[in-house]
């Protein structure tokens, strides 16, 4: 594998810890972006969605989060939810692993693998 692994990781949620562990097993070189304390911008989330390939920014949500109930985002536009996660990170799913031009939210963690064994040289 040629790229570095981008992994938005959250140290806090159990599912993150395996995600950055499974990475450490395969001996994949990774940059570790602490999104909540990086936050991640409106730009940025963009692209992440088109790396997703998602047809909504809300599949890439914490939608039971208590904070989305609360912000009343159920019939909020994708700008409002973009601007929602820029905002308030902990509203961003986790983890999310970025490979080149391809992501991956990593729940399961089979979703993680198959992109790593996807981009195999």
Request: glycine share 2%.
């Amino acid at each position: 594998m040629t790229s570095t692994v981008i992994l938005y990781h959250n140290p806090n949620c159990s599912k993150s810890r395996a995600a950055l562990l499974l990475l450490q097993v395969r001996n994949v070189d990774t940059k570790v972006v602490p999104y909540l304390t990086e936050p991640l911008d409106v730009d940025q989330i963009r692209n992440l969605k088109e790396k997703l390939a998602i047809n909504s920014v809300r599949q890439m949500m914490r939608s039971k989060d208590t904070l989305y109930s609360q912000l009343q985002l159920d019939q909020a536009d994708e700008d409002a939810l973009i601007a929602a996660m820029a905002a308030h990170p902990i509203l961003i799913e986790r983890p999310i692993v970025v490979l080149g031009d391809r992501a991956a939210i990593g729940r399961p963690l089979t979703n993680i693998e198959a992109l790593l064994e996807n981009n195999v040289n």
